[in-house]
């Protein structure tokens, strides 16, 4: 018992938060060869070592999502988990783009009275950030190169082990996808949700080309426009929801998201309003949100490293802001799911649910007593 209550005896804040190793690890290089060092070097440290800590966060958040997810039955209790902890590293990647607006109250000529001591350190040679990446999905081949090199030759030899195993794991993107796979409702008895998904686009297609041609507001040439562009979306329709072709987008690398879990998304999002669907539309929501945010911040920090040195190039020998700048759309993890947005129709074209497929998605249990 004495043993028990010593280990959980009383602690001071300070030693609980480590505070001394923390508050001791902003190391000023410029203090070690100016005589007055570089006031604004303090808040650079400062700044990125707190990204590094909500980093931790975030690859802490993750790992626990997609350990979920591995699982062949995702318990329902488990899936409000699942979402909140994703909310959390939304409302963190809110604080990392904020924190750039801080990073921006420092001038460039401040920055340049200490840049020179930073050479050849870089944030892309953020382990964490690596992380991060790896465990949402982002795939080698679709990494821009760093200088002629893979993203992972900046690291040391156990850390690009570490990398290479992390992009072989299960990451959220292929958690989801297996999840969505396996959603339950695509074919129940004589309704088949493509089929009757893709009468609906007709009739829709149909009904807006009839009011472009009827229409007292266009001229012809207008009338003409809109037709070709409403068939250019048809065409789009035809191609997304043709298994063939599709397939052929895939071998492109146009799109990545297997076509069985595309359909199961898009049955989410167009039916997001009934009850059994609320959390599985939410989730979709949360990724999306992770993915852009993720981009902006891309943007915003390209947009300072432009305000800090211009044309510059990075500290770590990157082209700075052509590089950073690239990175924000090709370096996008889940833009399949942003595409579903494309193929939504309104909710008044949307195929009528049988009785009992619209009993199960809204929680419908028998009153029919057993005695």
Known sequence: MEAANEKYSTIHYRNYLQLD?????????????????????????????????????????????????????????????????LERVIDIQKILIEQIGIMETMTPLDFLDFRKYLFPASGFQSFQFRKVENLLGLESTQRMTYNGCPYSSVFSEDRQAMLKKLEDDTSLFEAVEDWLERTPFLKIGDFNFLEEYKKSVERMLQFE??????????????????????????????????????????????????????????LINLYRDEPLLHLPFKLLTCIIEIDDHLTTWRYRHAQMVLRMLGNKMGTGGSSGHDYLNATAQKHMIFKDLHSISTLLIPRSELPVLPTELKRKLSFYYSNISNN
């Not at 802490?60 to 699942?82: A, P, W, Y």
């Not at 472009?212 to 562009?229: G, Q």
């Open 21 to 85: 190793k923390i508050l001791s690890a902003q190391t000023l290089r410029s203090s070690e060869v100016e005589e007055k060092p570089a006031h604004e070097e303090m808040l650079f440290i400062i700044v990125h070592q707190v990204y590094e800590l909500w980093f931790k966060q975030i690859i802490h958040e993750l790992e626990s999502v997609v350990e979920m997810f591995r699982q062949d039955k995702i318990d329902e209790s488990n899936m409000g988990t699942c979402i909140g902890r």
């Open 209 to 266: 080309k009839k009011a472009i041609n009827e229409s007292n507001y266009l001229t012809d040439e207008e009338k003409h426009m809109r037709v070709n562009m409403l068939e250019g979306t048809d065409n789009y329709f035809n191609i997304i929801l043709d298994p063939d072709k599709y397939k052929e987008l895939q071998n492109k690398g146009e799109v990545r998201m297997s076509y069985k879990s595309m359909i199961a998304a898009l």
